[in-house]
């Protein structure tokens, strides 16, 4: 068989194995962008860059490779959401983005190196949401909104003591009145002890009507 298209089968064999392997972790955590899905992304983005090899070298191989980037995009956008109060879907769509170049760099010839990145990506996903446990352990960011008495003003000063008491950093803080209650809104940073710490503290207070967060 001719030389070039044993090596464009090598190529496919390779974007198969890497999309698959970073599939499977994502398949593992039922995410969006699952087993499948990752194969094809990270299949096509080499298909494209190896047809785009074989056209004009100059301009045609530079605009299909900005495209690729551009329309990986757009898919990664649609795996993000909105979850109550988070975003969710960041890493997903970061992944879709990161195999899509794990796919041109095997396009393009550069299996070695692409299988390395494979591997780093590997431990990012793997290792790393260990370190990022740990941190979530130390620090947490709660947004509390808070439902006291019409004239109750007392109460939003008890309420300040009682954050200012549990140790929890206030970043934004907004208060709206109406003819019956006033609602306080508090974006706080702390540990997860002084949040439930002050979770519970609020609760078993009289003058407050409703607590979310």
Same mark, same amino acid.
């Given at each position: 068989?001719?030389?070039?298209?044993?090596?464009?089968?090598?190529?496919?064999?390779?974007?198969?194995?890497?999309?698959?392997?970073?599939?499977?972790?994502?398949?593992?955590?039922?995410?969006?962008?699952?087993?499948?899905?990752?194969?094809?992304?990270? $299949?096509?983005?080499?298909?494209?860059?190896?047809?785009?090899?074989?056209?004009?070298?100059?301009?045609?191989?530079?605009?299909?490779?900005?495209?690729?980037?551009?329309?990986?995009?757009?898919?990664?956008?649609?795996?993000?959401?909105?979850?109550?109060?988070?975003?969710?879907?960041?890493?997903?769509?970061?992944?879709?983005?990161?195999?899509?170049?794990?796919?041109?760099?095997?396009?393009?010839?550069?299996?070695?190196?692409?299988?390395?990145?494979?591997?780093?990506?590997? $431990?990012? $996903?793997?290792?790393?949401?260990?370190?990022?446990?740990?941190?979530?352990?130390?620090?947490?960011?709660?947004?509390?909104?808070?439902?006291?008495?019409?004239?109750?003003?007392?109460?939003?000063?008890?309420?300040?003591?009682?954050?200012?008491?549990?140790? $929890?950093?206030?970043?934004?803080?907004?208060?709206?009145?109406?003819?019956?209650?006033?609602?306080?809104?508090?974006?706080?940073?702390?540990?997860?002890?002084?949040?439930?710490?002050?979770?519970?503290?609020?609760?078993?207070?009289?003058?407050?009507?409703?607590?979310?967060?």
């Amino acid at each position: 068989m001719d030389q070039f298209f044993i090596e464009n089968l090598i190529k496919i064999g390779v974007a198969v194995f890497v999309g698959g392997v970073i599939g499977a972790e994502r398949e593992y955590l039922d995410k969006a962008a699952g087993f499948r899905t990752i194969i094809l992304i990270t $299949l096509g983005s080499a298909l494209f860059t190896i047809f785009s090899l074989s056209m004009d070298a100059g301009f045609t191989q530079t605009r299909i490779a900005a495209n690729i980037v551009t329309g990986i995009g757009f898919l990664g956008a649609g795996a993000i959401v909105r979850d109550g109060g988070r975003i969710a879907g960041l890493t997903t769509a970061a992944t879709i983005w990161l195999s899509a170049a794990l796919g041109m760099g095997i396009g393009a010839g550069q299996i070695y190196f692409t299988l390395a990145a494979t591997l780093v990506t590997l $431990l990012v $996903l793997l290792v790393f949401p260990r370190f990022e446990a740990r941190i979530d352990t130390t620090r947490e960011a709660r947004t509390y909104r808070i439902v006291l008495g019409g004239n109750d003003f007392k109460a939003v000063e008890k309420v300040q003591r009682t954050v200012e008491e549990c140790s $929890l950093r206030v970043f934004e803080h907004h208060q709206t009145k109406t003819e019956k209650s006033i609602i306080s809104s508090w974006k706080t940073i702390g540990s997860p002890k002084n949040h439930e710490k002050f979770v519970l503290m609020i609760l078993k207070d009289k003058g407050v009507r409703e607590l979310d967060y």
